[in-house]
């Protein structure tokens, strides 16, 4: 019987000690296997995979369930920041029309996410941007969605999933993890699928949640080649959460797609997962 890399690695980060992994090396072959049998069974019960790629330059699958979770922030330090547009700003939600800035993935006119108390509610569809933006500076805060807290089936993936796609290529998570766990390069604030942020900075279900970001878009040369790879720092509720951390390519599901030369600028756009998420004032200062 053969075990996964993920299942070492769910050992050792379980049993860190070298006494302990000493112990295992003593086991019959019986008994090892039963050993593993058993971290096997614990890891299902976590959401992720074992059986995607590895990501490159990393020991962890991609949604790899043994990923470990990044620390809680102290609750002292987070705070939402509700930082006005400055001078030469685009608002992109101004707390009143969200139809001014957004249109309908699908094609359909206007947007269909509704607009209450000041916020955009995400329905039916995803929305992007009708401006293209290449590097910018972008604030936003969002929620969870209503009801969800007090929901026991909104967990994971599932609780409160959206997420702003830069250049509607490059994810940076949108989730609830207040309360619940999900697989760590797709909980709030990840590059979805590659990178866990520093720190699980969300607030309680329901509190308004900041995102500070300074975005650097890729560069291709004339062939198609990647020059530089997108990055991105990310202040969540007053904590650095991502720190010029570079995309290994665009963001997908179970798997990590190579870079693929695209325009300078492109629309932002926002994912609509199922879920009623809310955000409020967006927006974006344009770099030279
Ligand atoms: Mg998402």
């Excluded at 990923?67 to 922030?73: D, F, G, S």
């Excluded at 001078?87 to 707390?95: I, N």
């Excluded at 967990?155 to 290529?169: A, D, H, P, V, Y």
Aim: glycine residues 8%; contains cysteine; charged residues 25%.
């Amino acid at each position: 019987m053969e075990f996964g890399q993920g299942h070492k690695t769910l050992f050792f980060t379980l049993f860190p000690e070298p006494s302990v992994c000493q112990a295992v090396r003593t086991f019959t072959p019986t008994m090892r296997n039963l050993f593993f049998l058993t971290l096997a069974a614990a890891s299902l019960s976590a959401e992720g995979y074992l059986d995607t790629p590895l990501i490159p330059g990393t020991q962890w699958h991609v949604h790899d369930s043994t990923r470990p979770q990044p620390p809680r922030a102290d609750k002292e330090k987070l705070k939402c920041t509700t930082t006005a547009a400055p001078a030469g700003a685009v608002v992109l939600f101004d707390g009143k029309d969200a139809a001014a800035e957004w249109e309908a993935d699908n094609g359909a006119k206007g947007v269909t996410w509704e607009v209450k108390e000041g916020a955009m509610v995400a329905r039916k569809n995803g929305i992007h941007t009708k401006k293209s933006f290449g590097d910018i500076t972008l604030h936003t805060e969002w929620r969870s969605a209503e009801g969800y807290d007090k929901n026991e089936k909104k967990k994971g993936q599932g609780n409160s999933n959206s997420g702003i796609f830069f250049l509607r290529t490059y994810e940076l998570q949108v989730l609830d993890c207040a309360k619940t766990e999900t697989y760590a390069d797709g909980m709030t604030a990840a590059i979805y699928g590659q990178l866990p942020p520093l720190f699980n900075a969300c607030n309680p279900s329901r509190e308004w949640n900041s995102y500070d970001i300074e975005w650097t878009a890729p560069r291709f040369d004339q062939d198609g080649k990647v020059l530089s790879k997108a990055r991105i720092t990310v202040v969540m509720n007053g904590v650095k959460v991502q720190d010029n951390s570079e995309y290994i390519g665009p963001s997908s599901h179970k798997v990590n797609p190579p870079y693929k030369k695209h325009a300078d600028k492109l629309p932002i756009g926002l994912q609509f997962h199922g879920d009623p998420v809310e955000f409020r004032n967006m927006w974006v200062v344009e770099k030279k």
